[in-house]
């Protein structure tokens, strides 16, 4: 891990130990990577000290995430999308902002441009591919690891007051790191490395309920969930030649079943279970565009197919995107069509 050195860390905590106000931000509609991440930041800052510390969503997380926020003042979680003039007030005010689990501003949504003007100094802390280091004063950014929440870990464990005891991290913390790398794993599913398996060893041994997690993060969703996966996978799922399993779940559809942010959650990764799909995409309507996230069997890239033909990308098989309307396509009712045409132009290297 090239980033994590001894000379970057030493800066690390300069910077933390120099600034007055301190803003967290992560990507817009958080996960549990996202919200794992944020949240064990938030208490490592706290535990060195530092009496003025938030964390700035665009949007509200999904529920079930509810228990890692739980301890935290309700004043110091800030949605723009709920109190924006407060949430650019902070990012104004803020002299260190750390940025964890997004490559560039744009991931952002709306905060982008307050963060693009922000004269305050930027920390990166992110997995992804391409991260455009040249906005961040200081970057942590690693590819091969499964989550930010594992890079996160891995940065505190060197620094000067956790000295590789994961013991010494807040417990709230730990908690924290552990659902992040949980949900972005997929329970250990993908993305997966040996340093993932010793992270979760050393947070076992410092005292991590994981069956607690477990319980919050997989058996707390609503009965609409369970009966909108039923309808899904009788009704909506298709499966191509190419072994493209693809679901296209329109406004309508959420809107019978009292879809919440979250409650879709892993839903893209059921048909990889089937033999012969080759990728699984789920294309959810949202305002004026079409979020699309992709998974895929090793041997084929989502993150391919996600940055030619959904403007996205991500992991070699966990991806994400979008289609704008009307720019990619008039509607949700074009999206199926458009998913076979361009996965088929993908899978067998044909030309558009």
């Known amino acids: ?129 391409n991260p455009d280091r040249a906005s961040f004063d200081l970057s942590f950014s690693e590819t091969d690891i499964s989550s930010a929440s594992e890079l996160l870990y891995q940065i505190l464990m060197h620094t000067s007051i956790i000295s590789q005891d994961a013991e010494r991290l807040p417990a709230e913390s730990a908690t924290a790191l552990m659902t992040g790398m949980t949900t972005d794993t997929n329970n250990f599913g993908n993305s997966t490395y040996p340093s993932t398996l010793l992270m979760a060893s050393s947070l076992l041994g410092a005292g991590v309920d994981r069956d607690r997690i477990l319980l919050h993060i997989y058996n707390q969703y609503g009965e609409n969930r369970i009966r909108l996966m039923g309808h899904i996978l009788k009704d ?39 033999a012969g799909v080759r990728m699984s995409i789920l294309a959810k309507e949202d305002d004026g565009k079409i979020r699309v996230s992709i998974r895929s069997k090793k041997g084929t890239s989502a993150n391919g197919c996600a940055r030619l033909f959904f403007n996205g990308g991500g992991h070699e098989n966990a991806a994400g995107g979008r289609l704008n309307i009307p720019e990619d396509l008039p509607g949700i009712e074009a999206a199926a069509e458009y998913i076979e045409k361009h996965t088929h132009i993908y899978l067998n290297g044909e030309n558009e």
């Not at 650019?88 to 307050?114: G, K, M, Q, W």
């Not at 030649?241 to 893209?268: C, H, M, N």
């Open 236 to 274: 909506l799922l298709t499966i191509t030649e190419d072994g493209v399993a693809y679901i296209v779940l329109d406004r309508k559809t959420q809107k019978e079943y009292s879809v919440e942010e979250g409650d879709t959650e892993g839903f893209v990764n059921i048909p990889l279970s089937i």
């Open 1 to 129: 891990m090239k980033d994590i050195n001894s000379g970057n860390v030493q800066t690390l905590e300069k910077m933390i130990s120099e600034a007055r106000k301190i803003s967290i931000v992560t990507h817009q509609k958080p996960d549990g990577d996202a919200i794992g991440s944020s949240v064990a930041l938030y208490h490592y800052l706290t535990f060195c000290g530092k009496d003025s510390v938030r964390i700035i969503l665009n949007d509200r997380y999904p529920s079930y995430l509810g228990f890692l926020t739980c301890s935290i003042p309700e004043n110091d979680i800030i949605v723009h999308k709920e109190r924006s003039v407060e949430a650019e007030v902070l990012l104004n005010d803020s002299d260190l902002i750390f940025c964890v689990d997004f490559n560039a501003f744009h991931r952002t949504d709306r905060l982008e441009p307050v963060l693009s003007a922000s004269k305050a100094s930027k920390i990166l802390i992110d997995h992804h591919l």
